[in-house]
C-alpha cells in the first residue's frame, strides 16, 4: 500500500476520533457504550498493524492484523447482541438513566 | 497465509454473521436507519475484505487494490457515528416536545402560542377544555374571537403589548360571560431581538377575585367588631387577635400572639380553660361560655366566651375561632339584682326569699354531713306601739337595732333574715339543741347591752322560738320554721301584755331575750 494512501487512512482515523470526542457527550448515550468502544479500538490496531505489516515484522503484524479484526467483529457482535437483542429500548433507556 | 490467520478470519466471519443477525432483529430499537445500515456494512466490509484478500492469493483476482478497502473502514465508523448522534438529537428533540406538551398540557391555565399576526400555533388541552374545543380546533384562530367574541385585540390585551414592546405584560380582562381571567404575555424573540412570537399564559380568578371580595369583607367585619374574635391553635396558641380583643384586655396583637391563650383568665381558671379548649379540638362547640378574665393592667373583666372548632377540607379541626363579649357590666347589674331580690334593704339582713334560699342549702349541705342546726324565731316585741307612738322612722330604726344586736349575737357563718315585718329567723349552723340557752342568754345580753348604749324611749326585746333540726324528723325549713313559730307564740302569750313605762321609756314585761 502507497505511503500517501496509509498516510490519508491514517488521517480519516484521526477525524473520525475527533468527532468521537467531540460528542462523547451522546454517545454515551448510547447503550454498552463501552463495548462499541473497544470495538473501535480494535478497528485502530487493526489499521496500526497493516501499516506496519508492510515496515517490520511481516509475518507478526499479519497475525495481530487477523487477531484484532476477530476481536472487533467479536466485539461489534456482542454489542449488536446486547443492545439490539437482549436490551428492550424501554430498558436501554432507563440503563443511561 | 498461515493457519492462524486463517482460523482468525474464520473465526470472524462467524461473529460478523451472529453480528448481522442480531441486527437484523433488532436494529429498530436503538438505531436510526441510516446508523443502523452503516453498522451491518462495519460488520460485513472487513469479511468481504478478508475474502477478498484470501481469493487474490489463492486464486489470483483482485490484487492490491482489496488493500484499500482499508480506507472505508474509518469511513463508515465516521458515518455510523454522525447518523448515530444525529438520531441522538432528534430523540431528544422529540423528547424535549414531549416533555414540553406534556407540561404545558397538565397546567390548570391556558397556554396559547400565538404569531405576531396574533394567529394561534399552539394551545393546551386547558384552553381547548376552557373554549369547549379540541387543541387542533383552536390553531389558526385568534385569542379574541375566540374568548371575547371581538373582531379586534382588547383593549389593553397583553398579547399584543407584548409583541410591541418585546417585554412581558400582564393584565386583567372580563369576558362576556363575566368570567375574570389574569393574562401574561411572554414575548418570544430571535437572537437580533425580533419578535416572532407570544405565549400567552392565562388563568381564571373569578373565584380567586370573589374570595378576596369575601376575605376582605370578613377582614373589615372583624377589625370593626367590638367582641373580640381571636383565632388560636388547638394547642391553644393566639394565632390572630383582633383590635376588639385588644380593646377588651389590653393587649396589643405583637403581644399576645404565639402566647397561650389560658394567659388571659385567672390561674384558678387556666384548667377550666384548657379542658374547654381540648373538647372544642376534639370537634364540639361552646357557646356563651361565661368565666372571669384578666386585662393586661390586672383588672378582672366578666367574658362570654364562644369557641367554634375551624375544620379542614378534611373535616379535621385545625384551629378554634374564639369570640369574646366583656359582660363585665351584665355580671355586675346581675348580681345587684341578686342581692336586691335576697337581702333585705333596711337591715341589710336576708329578706325572706334570701333566707329561705340559703336556708334550704345550708339545711342539705347539713343532713349530708349530719350536722345538727339550731332555728331562732324572733319577733321584735312592740313594734307596732313604737310605729304608733313614735312613727315608722323610729320603728325602722328600732328594726336596725334588732338586726344589729342578732348580727352581734350570731356567727358570720349563720343565717339571719328578717322574715317579716317585726319577725327575725336565725339558723345557727352546726349547733346542736344544747347550746339553745347559751344563745338565747347571749341575745338578751346583747340586747340588754344596746339598750343600755342607746337613749331611746324604748327597748329592744324579743320574743323568741327555738327549734332543733333533726334530719330524720324535719323534712323541710318550713316546717322547722313553723315549730319555732309556734314556741315564739307561746313565750309571747306567757309574757304579761302589761307595759310598765320607764321615765317615759316602755319596756315589755316578762320573759323575753
Redesign the interface.
Known amino acids: ?1 502507497a505511503l500517501e ?1 496509509k498516510l ?2 491514517s488521517l ?2 484521526v ?2 476520533c475527533g ?2 470526542l467531540l ?1 462523547r457527550a ?2 454515551r ?3 454498552f457504550w463501552g463495548l462499541l468502544l473497544a470495538a ?1 479500538i480494535g ?1 485502530l490496531l ?2 496500526a498493524a ?1 501499516a506496519l505489516e508492510d515496515v517490520f515484522w511481516t ?1 507478526v503484524w ?2 495481530v492484523e ?2 484484532t ?2 476481536a ?3 466485539l ?2 456482542a ?3 446486547a ?3 437482549r ?3 424501554h430498558d ?1 433507556a432507563a440503563d443511561d438513566m | 497465509m498461515t493457519l492462524l490467520q486463517t482460523i482468525c478470519d474464520a473465526l470472524a466471519l462467524i461473529a460478523a454473521a451472529v453480528g448481522v443477525i442480531c441486527w437484523l432483529r433488532g436494529r429498530q430499537r436503538v438505531l436510526g436507519r441510516e446508523s443502523g445500515l452503516a453498522l451491518a456494512a462495519l460488520l460485513l466490509l472487513p469479511v468481504v475484505k478478508n475474502g477478498l484478500e484470501y481469493a487474490a492469493r489463492t486464486m489470483a483476482v483482485g490484487g492490491p487494490a482489496v488493500a484499500h478497502l482499508e480506507g472505508f473502514f474509518p469511513l463508515l465508523w465516521g458515518f455510523f457515528f454522525y447518523s448515530f448522534v444525529q438520531d441522538i438529537a432528534q430523540e431528544q428533540l422529540r423528547q424535549t416536545e414531549q416533555e414540553k406538551a406534556v407540561i404545558l398540557d397538565s397546567m390548570s391555565g391556558v397556554v396559547l402560542y400565538q404569531n405576531p399576526r396574533m394567529d394561534i400555533l399552539w394551545a393546551n388541552r386547558a384552553a381547548a377544555k376552557s373554549a369547549g374545543v379540541l387543541p387542533e380546533q383552536l390553531v389558526g384562530k385568534k385569542c379574541y374571537a375566540v374568548w371575547h367574541g371581538r373582531e379586534e385585540p382588547c383593549e389593553s390585551c397583553p398579547v399584543l403589548e407584548a409583541r410591541q414592546s418585546g417585554l412581558p405584560q400582564e393584565a386583567e380582562l372580563t369576558t362576556p360571560d363575566k368570567t375574570t381571567w389574569s393574562v401574561a404575555g411572554y414575548p418570544v424573540k430571535r437572537s437580533n431581538g425580533q419578535v416572532v412570537g407570544v405565549v400567552e399564559v392565562a388563568e381564571d380568578i373569578t373565584e380567586k377575585k370573589r374570595a378576596q371580595e369575601e376575605h376582605g369583607q370578613l377582614a373589615a367585619i372583624v377589625t370593626a367588631s367590638a367582641d373580640g374574635i381571636i383565632g388560636i391553635s388547638v394547642e391553644g396558641t393566639v394565632r390572630s387577635w383582633n383590635p376588639g380583643a385588644e380593646d377588651m384586655f389590653g393587649h396589643r396583637a405583637d403581644q399576645i400572639v404565639g402566647r397561650p391563650i389560658r394567659e388571659l383568665v385567672p390561674t384558678e381558671s387556666r384548667d377550666t380553660l384548657d379542658h374547654i379548649v381540648a373538647r372544642v379540638a376534639d370537634g364540639e362547640t361552646i357557646q356563651r361560655y361565661e368565666m372571669a378574665a384578666l386585662a393586661r393592667s390586672g383588672r378582672s373583666i366578666y367574658v362570654s366566651f364562644t369557641f367554634c372548632p375551624i375544620f379542614d377540607e378534611s373535616r379535621a379541626v385545625n384551629g378554634i375561632s374564639v369570640i369574646a363579649r366583656d359582660v363585665t357590666g351584665q355580671v355586675q347589674l346581675r348580681d345587684e339584682l341578686r342581692m336586691l331580690s335576697l337581702v333585705d334593704t333596711l337591715t341589710g339582713l336576708n329578706n325572706r326569699r334570701g333566707f329561705f334560699h340559703l336556708g334550704a342549702q345550708q339545711l342539705k349541705i347539713g343532713t349530708r354531713r349530719h350536722e345538727p342546726a339550731l332555728l331562732v324565731f324572733a319577733d321584735l316585741d312592740g313594734m307596732k306601739s313604737i310605729n304608733d307612738t313614735l312613727g315608722h322612722k323610729e320603728g325602722d330604726r328600732a328594726l336596725i337595732d334588732a338586726a344589729l344586736v342578732l348580727r352581734q349575737t350570731f356567727r358570720e357563718s349563720d343565717i339571719i333574715g328578717r322574715i317579716g315585718g317585726d319577725e327575725f329567723a336565725v339558723l345557727a349552723i352546726d349547733t346542736g339543741l344544747e347550746l339553745r340557752d347559751d344563745v338565747l342568754a347571749r341575745l338578751q345580753r346583747n340586747a340588754a347591752n344596746m339598750n343600755r348604749a342607746t337613749d331611746r324611749p324604748y327597748e329592744v326585746s324579743f320574743s323568741v322560738g327555738v327549734a332543733s333540726y333533726s334530719p330524720g324528723l324535719h323534712t323541710s325549713l318550713d316546717e322547722l320554721l313553723s315549730e319555732a313559730d309556734a314556741q315564739m307564740y307561746e313565750q309571747k302569750r306567757a309574757k304579761s301584755g302589761s307595759r310598765v313605762a320607764r321615765g317615759g321609756k316602755r319596756t315589755t314585761d316578762g320573759p323575753a331575750a
Open positions: 500500500m494512501v490519508l487512512i480519516l482515523w477525524a473520525v468527532f468521537a460528542h451522546r454517545l448515550q448510547l447503550t473501535l478497528f487493526n489499521w497493516v509475518d499479519g497475525v487477523h487477531a479484526h476477530l472487533s467483529a467479536a461489534l457482535a454489542w449488536c447482541w443492545a439490539l437483542v436490551t428492550p429500548k436501554a
